[in-house]
């Protein structure tokens, strides 16, 4: 019984893993998200998500990053994962759509990033 208790309490090291998805604007995609009716049950059904994607698309002043996911949920970067989402935005040029591949290790709903790169 110890044991199968130290084996549950016993952190588990995080493995690096790869998402795809879009590059928004981590601060207004989350407002977005956000500005719902609470007493609406069918949140995705009356949202426009291309639009959303489209509204929230990255500037030259964006310093918080988001990707978006095909399910439309939603994982924030680390400080580090920020600077290379914006080196990689300021060396694409202005697009409104940024498909890209993430890799690093989930916490929860934060990406801490090794690497971001176009996905073509």
């Known amino acids: ?5 130290f084996l549950l309490l016993t952190p588990i090291p995080l493995m690096s893993a790869t998402w795809s998805g879009f590059l928004v604007n ?3 995609y989350a407002a977005l998200e956000r500005n719902v009716n609470p007493r609406d049950n069918a ?23 988001a990707l978006v996911q ?19 935005f300021r060396k694409s040029g202005k697009k409104t759509f940024f498909r ?3 890799n690093g290790e989930r916490n929860k709903d934060t990406i801490q990033t090794e690497s971001i790169s176009l996905n073509r």
């Open 1 to 5: 019984m110890r044991s199968m208790l």
């Open 26 to 28: 981590g601060s207004c």
């Open 43 to 65: 949140t995705y059904v009356d949202r426009d998500m291309t639009w959303q994607l489209r509204y929230c698309s990255p500037n030259a002043k964006t310093r918080n990053f």
């Open 70 to 88: 095909e399910d439309w949920s939603s994982l924030t970067f680390d400080a580090a994962g920020d600077a290379k989402a914006a080196e990689l």
């Open 100 to 102: 890209v591949v993430v």
